[in-house]
Nanobody
Framework: QVQLGESGGGLVQAGGSLRLSCAASGRTFSSYVMGWFRQVPGKEREFVAAIRWSGGSTRYADSVSGRFTISRDNAKNMVYLQMNSLKPEDTAVYYC?????????????????WGQGTQVTVSS
Protein backbone atom coordinates (compact mmCIF):
# COMPACT_ATOMS: atom_id res chain seq x y z
CA GLN A 1 0.00 0.00 0.00
CA VAL A 2 1.26 3.47 -0.90
CA GLN A 3 -0.18 6.79 0.25
CA LEU A 4 0.68 9.98 -1.59
CA GLY A 5 0.39 13.66 -0.71
CA GLU A 6 1.23 16.60 -2.97
CA SER A 7 2.32 20.09 -1.98
CA GLY A 8 3.87 23.16 -3.55
CA GLY A 9 1.08 24.36 -5.80
CA GLY A 10 0.03 27.97 -5.97
CA LEU A 11 -0.38 31.06 -8.10
CA VAL A 12 2.52 32.20 -10.27
CA GLN A 13 2.96 34.59 -13.18
CA ALA A 14 3.74 33.33 -16.64
CA GLY A 15 7.45 32.68 -16.98
CA GLY A 16 7.80 31.84 -13.31
CA SER A 17 8.69 28.60 -11.55
CA LEU A 18 7.19 26.24 -9.00
CA ARG A 19 8.38 23.01 -7.47
CA LEU A 20 5.80 20.41 -6.59
CA SER A 21 6.58 17.77 -3.99
CA CYS A 22 4.98 14.40 -3.42
CA ALA A 23 5.47 12.60 -0.11
CA ALA A 24 4.97 8.86 -0.27
CA SER A 25 4.48 6.35 2.51
CA GLY A 26 4.89 2.63 2.06
CA ARG A 27 7.66 0.09 2.36
CA THR A 28 7.98 -0.59 -1.36
CA PHE A 29 7.97 2.98 -2.64
CA SER A 30 11.43 2.65 -4.15
CA SER A 31 10.25 -0.04 -6.56
CA TYR A 32 7.37 1.99 -8.05
CA VAL A 33 7.24 4.11 -11.14
CA MET A 34 6.17 7.59 -10.02
CA GLY A 35 4.25 9.93 -12.27
CA TRP A 36 2.80 13.41 -12.38
CA PHE A 37 -0.48 14.07 -14.13
CA ARG A 38 -2.67 17.14 -14.46
CA GLN A 39 -6.31 17.82 -15.05
CA VAL A 40 -8.47 20.81 -15.85
CA PRO A 41 -12.27 20.83 -15.46
CA GLY A 42 -14.04 19.14 -18.33
CA LYS A 43 -10.90 17.45 -19.65
CA GLU A 44 -9.30 14.08 -19.13
CA ARG A 45 -6.37 13.67 -16.81
CA GLU A 46 -3.18 13.97 -18.85
CA PHE A 47 0.33 12.65 -18.42
CA VAL A 48 3.01 15.17 -17.49
CA ALA A 49 6.11 13.21 -16.46
CA ALA A 50 7.22 9.93 -14.90
CA ILE A 51 10.34 8.40 -13.45
CA ARG A 52 11.40 4.80 -12.84
CA TRP A 53 12.44 3.58 -9.43
CA SER A 54 16.13 3.98 -10.13
CA GLY A 55 15.69 7.57 -11.25
CA GLY A 56 17.70 6.85 -14.37
CA SER A 57 14.77 6.77 -16.78
CA THR A 58 12.29 9.59 -17.23
CA ARG A 59 9.55 10.50 -19.69
CA TYR A 60 7.85 13.80 -20.38
CA ALA A 61 4.83 15.03 -22.27
CA ASP A 62 5.83 17.01 -25.32
CA SER A 63 4.08 20.06 -23.91
CA VAL A 64 6.40 20.24 -20.88
CA SER A 65 9.63 18.75 -22.21
CA GLY A 66 12.52 21.13 -21.65
CA ARG A 67 10.62 23.12 -19.04
CA PHE A 68 9.73 20.54 -16.36
CA THR A 69 12.03 18.13 -14.55
CA ILE A 70 10.95 15.12 -12.51
CA SER A 71 13.20 13.69 -9.82
CA ARG A 72 12.93 11.39 -6.83
CA ASP A 73 14.69 10.77 -3.54
CA ASN A 74 14.00 7.20 -2.48
CA ALA A 75 15.74 7.69 0.86
CA LYS A 76 13.23 10.42 1.73
CA ASN A 77 10.26 8.85 -0.09
CA MET A 78 9.85 12.02 -2.11
CA VAL A 79 9.13 12.83 -5.75
CA TYR A 80 9.51 16.32 -7.18
CA LEU A 81 8.37 18.19 -10.25
CA GLN A 82 10.37 21.32 -11.00
CA MET A 83 8.35 23.52 -13.32
CA ASN A 84 10.07 26.40 -15.09
CA SER A 85 8.94 28.86 -17.75
CA LEU A 86 5.35 28.27 -16.73
CA LYS A 87 2.57 29.15 -19.16
CA PRO A 88 -1.11 29.88 -18.56
CA GLU A 89 -1.93 26.58 -20.27
CA ASP A 90 -0.08 24.78 -17.47
CA THR A 91 -2.90 25.78 -15.11
CA ALA A 92 -4.43 22.61 -13.69
CA VAL A 93 -4.70 20.39 -10.66
CA TYR A 94 -1.51 18.35 -10.51
CA TYR A 95 -1.58 14.80 -9.19
CA CYS A 96 1.17 12.49 -8.05
CA UNK A 97 0.68 8.79 -8.83
CA UNK A 98 2.42 5.48 -8.25
CA UNK A 99 2.52 2.45 -10.53
CA UNK A 100 3.74 -0.97 -9.40
CA UNK A 101 4.85 -1.83 -12.93
CA UNK A 102 8.51 -1.73 -13.86
CA UNK A 103 8.16 0.36 -17.02
CA UNK A 104 6.86 3.88 -17.44
CA UNK A 105 3.27 4.11 -18.67
CA UNK A 106 1.66 7.37 -19.81
CA UNK A 107 -1.87 6.05 -19.32
CA UNK A 108 -3.34 7.21 -15.99
CA UNK A 109 -5.41 4.02 -15.81
CA UNK A 110 -2.18 2.08 -15.27
CA UNK A 111 -1.41 3.82 -11.98
CA UNK A 112 -2.45 2.19 -8.73
CA UNK A 113 -2.26 5.01 -6.19
CA TRP A 114 -3.05 8.72 -6.37
CA GLY A 115 -2.64 11.78 -4.23
CA GLN A 116 -5.35 14.35 -3.63
CA GLY A 117 -3.90 16.88 -6.04
CA THR A 118 -2.52 20.40 -5.76
CA GLN A 119 -3.72 23.43 -7.72
CA VAL A 120 -1.30 25.27 -9.99
CA THR A 121 -2.51 28.54 -11.49
CA VAL A 122 -0.41 30.50 -13.97
CA SER A 123 -1.54 34.04 -14.68
CA SER A 124 -0.81 35.80 -17.95
Amino acid sequence: QVQLGESGGGLVQAGGSLRLSCAASGRTFSSYVMGWFRQVPGKEREFVAAIRWSGGSTRYADSVSGRFTISRDNAKNMVYLQMNSLKPEDTAVYYCAADRAALINRNPAAYDYWGQGTQVTVSS
